[in-house]
Structure formats: structure tokens, C-alpha cells
């Protein structure tokens, strides 16, 4: 189980927070109990952010196209499986065909996902995760949290980040240097998701006049727009990935 210490830890932080409550109506009323701790991680998780910004615009300017979207495109694909259980869980047969028969194609024909065949095929590329399951299943969001290094992370998706790891069949798996390549595999998931989206945040950050509120209603936006469907008609294509 690679990845259970951190997420173990990032549960003991989100109960932690449970000391750390305010009574104020306003964040109350945002369902954001814990406001005061989370603007203070919020803070810390921006300075951070800020630190290593520029080593997203040096790989989104200087890594050349091609590698970056071979790079997208391969992390995309060893992550199917995930999205494959979570479309079965949801019932959607038509999803759950597209997702195996993207990993088949491209794991096969697209040199290990390297290159998006199953796209230029006409199946279409869609995300999905536990958390959205259990949004979909009726679950609530819980109380607005966020964490260090991680960002927003209600309770109900923090829950779906530790069975999406279970879900993920190279968990399990070992062999020489396995360790080695999943740090590599997670660091690169870090490097793509977070270059994918860096003049998102900047633009969000400089027209906000509040970025903590922005920020947790877009997250909320986009979480709610996965979960209710409007993922397929574009809901989410302008809102960066928290």
C-alpha cells in the first residue's frame, strides 16, 4: 500500500481540525466550520504554490509539446482502471465500455498510453473518481477542508482519494524499483495537473478579491458539475483543478 501513510495523515489532520471549529454564522453558513484553520493551511498552501510557480512555466515553456501531452496522455491511461470501477459503481455501461476500450487501445496501439489513439478513434476521454461515485449515491460533501500540499478536500472526496488508491491495481503490486517509479509516476502527476492549470489559478488569483471564498466555490462548482453530469456538455472546461 504506497500511498496509505500519506493519506492516513492527511486523514489525522482533517480530524484534528475538529478542535479548530468556529461558531461564526457566515462560515457556517458555507458549510466551512473549520474557516479559520482552513484560510491559515489556504495561505501556507499559496506561498507554497507560489515557490514552486516557476517551475511550471519552465516545463510548460521549455518540455516541448509532444512530450508534454505524451507525459498527459500516459498518466491518463495508467489511471483507467480507477475510472473503469468507478463508472461500473455508477451504472454506466456505456462509460465503463469506453474506459476499457480506451486502456485496451491505447495501452496497445498508443505505445502504453503515450499517444491518445482511442480520442482520434472517436472515444472520448472522460474522468471519474469515488468521490463523485459517492456524490452521485447522495452523499453530502461534509464540511469544507483543506489540507497542506494538497488543497481543498471535504471529507466525503478525501474518503474517495483513499478508495481510488484501493481501486488502483499497481497499489498492489511490486517489483524491482517499484517504489522508485511510483514516486516518479506521482511526481509527474503533481508536474502535468499543476502546469495544466497554473494560468487558470493566476488569472483566478488576480481577479479575486477574496481567493480562499473563489476558491472553495469553484471547487465546489466543479465537484458538483462532475457529480450532477454537466462534465460531458463542458461544465467543468473553465474551471482550474484545485
Known amino acids: 500500500m504506497k500511498h496509505t501513510v500519506p493519506f492516513l495523515a492527511a486523514v489525522l489532520a482533517s480530524l484534528a481540525l475538529a478542535a479548530c471549529s468556529t461558531t461564526n454564522p457566515q462560515s457556517l453558513a458555507q458549510h466551512d466550520p473549520w474557516e479559520p484553520t482552513n484560510r491559515d493551511i489556504f495561505a501556507f498552501d499559496v506561498k507554497f504554490e507560489h515557490a514552486v510557480r516557476p517551475v511550471a512555466h519552465f516545463y510548460n515553456n521549455n518540455m516541448p509539446a509532444p512530450a508534454r501531452e505524451g507525459i498527459h496522455n500516459a498518466l491518463t491511461n495508467l489511471n483507467a482502471p480507477v475510472v473503469f470501477v468507478n463508472d461500473a459503481l455508477q451504472g454506466d455501461g456505456d462509460k465503463a465500455e469506453d474506459t476499457a476500450g480506451r486502456f485496451l487501445i491505447n495501452s496497445t496501439v498508443g505505445l502504453a498510453g503515450l499517444i491518445d489513439v482511442a480520442s482520434k478513434m472517436g472515444i472520448p476521454y472522460h474522468d471519474n473518481d469515488f468521490g463523485i461515485t459517492l456524490g452521485k449515491a447522495g452523499a453530502q460533501e461534509g464540511s469544507y477542508l483543506v489540507l497542506p500540499f494538497v488543497g481543498p478536500r471535504p471529507p466525503r472526496d478525501l474518503v474517495g482519494t483513499g478508495v481510488d488508491i484501493a481501486f488502483d491495481p499497481l497499489t498492489y503490486m511490486s517489483w524491482n524499483n517499484s517504489t522508485l517509479y511510483m514516486m516518479i509516476r506521482a511526481g509527474l502527476g503533481v508536474v502535468d495537473t ?49
Do not use: H, K, M, W
Not at 196 to 213: G, K, T
Open 194 to 242: 499543476y502546469a495544466s492549470n497554473v494560468d487558470a489559478v493566476e488569472s483566478v488569483e488576480r481577479s479575486s478579491i477574496d481567493f480562499y471564498a473563489t476558491t472553495r466555490s469553484l471547487y465546489r462548482q466543479s465537484r458538483n458539475a462532475a457529480i450532477n453530469g454537466d462534465q460531458a456538455n463542458g461544465g467543468t472546461s473553465q474551471l482550474p483543478n484545485f
